[in-house]
């Protein structure tokens, strides 16, 4: 009895922190969907009972389906080992893919996924803060001028802050986000009072009847009414840290009533008096909670652009590990939570990105046009992934595959043709952003594969070195030399230029391959693999999964086996430093090798990325025509 208890506690508990950090992009899109409906430069919707209707039953269907049905009856069970996200889903999907097409194909659409993804993580900072503070206009329009100072401001505070973690801040995002569901709640039943009738736009007929009487009118406000599912994804992202359950609780319980109750509020808001459509959320309230509004609102934007930040530091260290990104300093923000990271590159990049969004688009209206594309691009690539994942990992029969694909299918492209029309508004932004990131992560994977070509294609056989040194064996020194290198059965160039050199070889030599897998966590026992070799050599392979935190010392002292007990203080790790060099070689078009030239040279060494003692490393370079 007591453990139920403590179980229902923790769900709860859970549930509520999830609060916090999932829904927070979604539960702060009724600050502009509605409005943003409504504001369509071409072919804008009417301002009439039956249209608001209609777009009243599109959201709340659109939250069903996609949401409620795609993400968390489906897509939340493709989980790989309880990790979620669109990197878990690309390496879920890879996993049992067939042919080199097929892996190709996936490895191309889970790129895609993630360029949509930091596309969105640029706008949903952007967006959220700015239509917060633009509640200063309902309350006084005369500091109508002061918005995009103090959003930058705000944004400012936003990213400085991120070095110092969330963990202490972390604590009141959960409650802070209660009340403010709480809040959008109130206001829809309030508003609701004055024109009941509204709810009955929760029957799709009025959905249905709103495409058959205006088609165009309706598929262009597709565009908008996307807004309302912005932040789905995040359910899916961040199950890694909640579980499933919580979400699922949190989502059908409260978030989904409280958003239901607001869109329909600020539809009975517009029917009572369409004025109201200069800015239906701030307009539902009485003018002396304004104020205290803009505070809790900008809050809850605060909250919803801190989650999506904190995603895009995950998306890109799982990205970086699974070789899509150059190494790049990742620092931990707590000691007890493996998950809270800062990575200062993509902090910066971030907040420049950020703040050009804003002072170039100027409004959350401008920028609603580029919000679109990033969002339902990346809908449909979850549809296309995730259906890869019942087929192949899953084994559904191809029935039931379509039949999943074509209904979620359908509803994505819709959304996403819709924001295609909007292109020229700002659409564009996300294509360009998520095209530029595209190149980046194809060069960098395309150039490591040919490197590593190169390399392996000049390394000698391991085994017959040590033949080698057995039928003519130089000096060995004292101590032990580990050499890093991502080939195990050649030697690597560092241990060749040594013995070249300096005519030594340590009496201990360890060749050392770290792998990062496509699962998030490697078990204890799988974690490091040792292979005895003769003449006190040793071959070791660490595979680390694509969400530990590397740290070869440690690791390796914790797994000492077969011979392998290092000293700290009498071991060197020695680490291959290539020149690279552009030749006119035809493997890779020249502007994508200086390209990944460029990348290689800004690259985090290795000495941090897998925590190895800065007075215990020794680099040997080499010049390598690429």
Known sequence: MEDKKNQKASLATLSLSALGVVFGDIGTSPLYTMKEVFSLSKHPVALTEFNVLGILSLIFWSLIMIVSAKYVAFIMRADNRGEGGIMALLSLANKNAPSGNKRNLIMILGILGACMFYADGMITPAISVLSAIEGLEVVAPSLSHLIIPITLVVLFILFYAQSKGTNVVGTFFGPIMFFWFLTLALLGIINIAQEPHVLSAINPLYAFHFFQLSPMVAFVALGAVVLSVTGAEALYADMGHFGRKPIRLAWFIFVLPALTLNYFGQGAL?????????????????????????????????????????????????????????????????????????????????????????????????????????????????????????????????????????????????????????????????????????????TWKKGRAILYKILKGEAIEINSFITSIGTNPPPRVEGTAIFLTPNPDGV???????????????????????????????????????????????????????????????????????????????????????????????????????????????????????????????????????
């Open 270 to 442: 517009i029917i009572s008096n369409p004025e109201n459509i200069k800015n239906p959320f701030y307009l539902m309230a009485p003018e002396f909670l304004v104020i205290p509004l803009i505070i809790l609102a900008t809050l809850a934007a605060i909250i919803a652009s801190q989650a999506v930040i904190t995603g895009a530091f995950s998306v890109s260290r799982q990205a970086l590990l699974l070789g899509f990104l150059p190494r790049m300093h990742v620092e931990h923000t707590s000691e007890n939570q493996e998950g809270q990271i800062y990575l200062p590159r993509i902090n910066w990049l971030l907040m420049i990105a950020v703040m050009a969004l804003v002072v170039t688009f100027k409004s959350s209206g401008n920028l609603a046009g580029a919000y679109g594309i990033a969002v339902t691009g990346d809908m449909v690539i979850s549809t296309l992934l995730a259906s890869f994942v019942f087929y192949e990992v899953w084994k559904w029969n191809s029935i039931k595959t379509v039949i999943f694909m074509a209904i979620f299918l359908i509803i994505d492209l819709a959304f996403f043709s819709a924001n295609i029309l909007k292109i020229p508004d700002g659409g564009w932004f996300p294509i360009l952003i998520g095209s530029v990131i595209f190149i980046l992560m194809t």
């Open 492 to 626: 690597p160039h560092a241990l060749f230029h040594n013995l070249k050199h300096n005519k030594v070889i340590h009496e201990k030599v360890i060749i050392l391959t770290v792998m990062f897998m496509d699962y998030p966590h490697s078990l204890k026992k799988d974690l490091v693999t040792v292979e005895k070799l003769p003449h006190d050599f040793y071959k070791v392979t660490v595979k680390y999964g694509f969400k530990d935190e590397p740290d070869l010392p440690k690791d390796l002292a914790l797994h000492a086996k077969n011979g392998i007990n290092i000293d700290p203080m009498n071991s060197s790790y020695f680490i291959g430093k290539e020149i690279l060099l552009a030749t006119p070689k035809e493997n890779m078009n020249y502007w994508r090798k200086k390209l990944f030239i460029g990348l290689f040279r800004s690259a985090e060494t290795i000495t941090n990325q897998f925590k190895l003692p800065p007075n215990r490393v020794v680099e040997l370079g080499s010049q390598v025509l690429f």
